[in-house]
Structures are given as structure tokens and as C-alpha cells.
């Protein structure tokens, strides 16, 4: 049954990705600050909407304690973003699958356009990500 699951959120371009809590970031000065970058689970991601962002963005914490930020918005169909768990790989939430390696880079799918990437740089505790 996780499969008819899977494949209707696929259709309705749903993702596992949950966001990050309002009250943990803020826009300051054209940059977007996390207060907590613990809270987004290594091996996890989520995403930020909302608060005068032009566009959604998705922030990876990878295996190996990385952060990287790209627009959450496949160039193909327009569907969100997820990690692929386990790989150093991110995909669209759509039937299509768009994959794409960590620099955004597509490796599979319709997309032929890269995904938008931001820098990112952990400062006093917080991680700051120019937009």
C-alpha cells in the first residue's frame, strides 16, 4: 500500500521535506538567518517559505555536516524539492523525478536547467544564507 501512497504524492507533487519553523529564521539585510541550523537533522532538509522570500527555498544538512541552500523549485515542472536519503542526490516531487546532484547539476529526468544554488556560511552559531 506505501506505494499507491507514494505515487499519489508524486501526482499532487507532495514531499517529505516539512518546513522549518517560522520562529527559527528570519530575513535580515537581504540574507536569510537560521537561529538553529541543529534543528534540520543531519541527513535531512527542510524547507522556508513565506516572510518575503521571491521564491521557496530548501536547505540540505548533508551526512558529512554540510549546509547547502537552493531555490526549492524543480526548473522542469515547478514541484518542490527532497534528498534522496542515503545519496548525495536531490529529486522533484513529481511522477517525472527530476534528480539532481548536490551543485544542482541535473543527472536524470526532464529537467534540463540546473537547480538555483545559494551560498551558505555557518557565522556565530547561525547559518546565513545569501538570497
Avoid at 110 to 118: F, G, I, S
Amino acid at each position: 500500500m506505501a506505494g499507491i501512497g507514494s505515487f499519489f504524492k508524486a501526482i499532487m507533487g507532495i514531499c517529505e521535506t516539512r518546513p522549518l519553523g517560522q520562529d527559527l529564521w528570519s530575513i535580515e539585510g537581504g540574507k536569510v538567518v537560521v537561529q538553529k541550523p541543529e534543528s534540520i537533522p543531519k541527513g535531512g532538509a527542510a524547507y522556508l517559505q513565506g516572510k518575503g522570500l521571491n521564491q521557496p527555498l530548501l536547505i540540505v544538512h548533508t551526512d558529512d555536516d554540510q549546509y547547502l541552500s537552493f531555490a526549492n523549485v524543480c526548473p522542469h515542472g515547478k514541484r518542490k524539492i527532497d534528498p534522496v536519503a542515503g545519496e548525495r542526490r536531490l529529486r522533484c516531487c513529481s511522477v517525472n523525478h527530476s534528480q539532481f546532484d548536490y551543485d544542482g547539476k541535473p543527472l536524470s529526468g526532464p529537467a534540463k536547467e540546473p537547480l538555483k544554488r545559494q551560498q551558505v556560511e555557518l557565522a556565530s552559531g547561525k547559518l546565513v544564507v545569501t538570497v
